[in-house]
């Protein structure tokens, strides 16, 4: 296909995005910011963010058929996603992006997607993470 007309998903590939996907997560269960919200066993966190993601950028609808509607900030709630929480969950997704390899204009194109969705994850200030001092 023309590259013009090429999907994000079509451009990395599925396989490149399951690597990506994996690279992400290995740093997510090492970040002292996320490990307090995540499960301790990512395996089914990495298989829907796999359909999520294939969908986001054009590829089958795999999560909602799975999982219906993403509604992606409603599913977060249950979550303090502060500021510096969105730092660290784009600073894992950064790293694996570089880690991974992919081309321009589609790393960029992906990184800016990202950054604005994370955006609208936020739901708690950054003094009310809801732990002990
Ligand atoms: C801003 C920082 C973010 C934090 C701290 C965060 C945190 C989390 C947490 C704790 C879960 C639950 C994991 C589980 O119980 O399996 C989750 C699920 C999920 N997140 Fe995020 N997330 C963030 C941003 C994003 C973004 C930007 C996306 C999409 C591009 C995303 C997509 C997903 C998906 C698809 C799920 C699975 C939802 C489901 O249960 O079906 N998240 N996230």
Same mark, same amino acid.
């Given at each position: 296909m023309p590259q013009e007309h090429r999907s994000i998903y079509e451009a990395i590939g599925d396989e490149k995005l399951q690597i990506l996907v994996d690279a992400f997560y290995k740093r997510v269960a090492s970040h002292p910011e996320l490990t307090p919200i995540? /499960?301790?066993?990512?395996t089914e966190t990495k298989r829907k963010q796999k359909q999520f993601l294939t969908q986001f950028f054009g590829g089958p609808p795999l999560y909602i058929q799975e @999982?219906? @509607? /993403?509604m992606l900030r409603a599913r977060h709630m249950p979550f303090p996603i502060t500021p510096t929480r969105r730092d660290a969950w784009l600073s894992c997704m950064r790293e694996a992006v570089f880690e991974v390899g992919i081309e321009q204009p589609y790393e960029r194109i992906i990184l800016e997607r990202l950054t604005m969705t994370a955006n609208n994850m936020m739901n708690t200030p950054e003094d009310e993470k809801g732990e002990s001092m």
């Open positions: 995540f /499960p301790a066993d990512l @999982h219906g @509607h /993403p």
